[in-house]
């Protein structure tokens, strides 16, 4: 099955510089990567997703980045904000929608003011 | 948007006793329930994925008779936590999904205690 792999666990950033955190997947059959941000207690939150033809999205301060030959992908959250501090998930899934998310191990995030 | 309503938020029973957490979502249809747990710090594990009116498909590990999912119509699916026990206490997630309507829509969590 599916394997996804994040790094780092942890991330301390000053406010107002970028963040970068990266994750690899083993399926080349996933085709759907989404990222989440979870603040304690809450279920998770889609920030910005990407699918497997495209290879860079951008929202605002949020970009994602997927390279499908070396089967990772990655988020920039540039100009930090102290809300940004949360733990991020990546995941991937096979058929948007249909099948399951397969996520990563977490990231948290903590932005020093 | 789509929005995904999870009751209780927190839950706190004895153990050996059952708790059901409901999934509802409400404002569209859901054809696939997927069900979470999260221990702290640690990650989303995938525990079973239902659809509508189907049997629920259990990730290995996950005892089937032990919990419960329900997924009787396309708005709502239940978890019941049978004969619970202290290393049930978790953090429950549901997520709901409409295959390339809605994709995956996650319910806020139940957290459940057992003493």
């Known amino acids: 099955g599916e394997n996804v792999e994040q790094h780092p666990s942890t991330l301390s950033v000053q406010e107002g510089d970028s963040a970068v955190i990266k994750c690899t997947y083993s399926d080349s059959a996933s085709n759907y990567f989404p990222w989440y941000k979870q603040e304690l207690g809450k279920g998770p939150q889609l920030i910005i997703d990407i699918r497997s033809n495209v290879g860079e999205k951008k929202d605002q301060r949020i970009a994602v980045t997927l390279n499908k030959t070396a089967k990772h992908f990655s988020l920039h959250i540039t100009e930090t904000q102290p809300e940004d501090s949360a733990v991020y998930f990546c995941?991937?899934?096979?058929?948007?929608?249909?099948?399951?998310?397969?996520f990563g191990t977490g990231t948290r995030l903590t932005i020093i003011p | 948007g789509a929005v995904v309503s999870q009751h209780p938020s927190w839950v706190i029973c004895k153990s050996g006793t059952s708790v059901k957490i409901e999934c509802r979502s409400l404002d569209f249809q859901a054809t696939t329930m997927f069900w979470y747990r999260q221990f702290p710090k640690q990650s989303l594990m995938l525990m079973a994925t239902s659809n509508e009116g189907s049997k629920a498909t259990y990730e290995q590990g996950v005892e089937k008779d032990k919990f419960l999912i329900n997924h009787a119509s396309l708005t709502l699916s239940t978890l019941t936590v049978t004969s619970a026990h202290p290393e049930d206490s978790s953090f429950y997630i549901c997520?709901?999904?409409?295959?390339?309507?809605?994709?995956?829509?996650f319910g806020s969590g139940t957290r459940l205690t057992v003493v």
């Open positions: 997520s709901a999904a409409s295959g390339s309507n809605y994709g995956y829509t």
């Open positions: 995941a991937a899934s096979k058929n948007f929608g249909n099948e399951k998310l397969t």
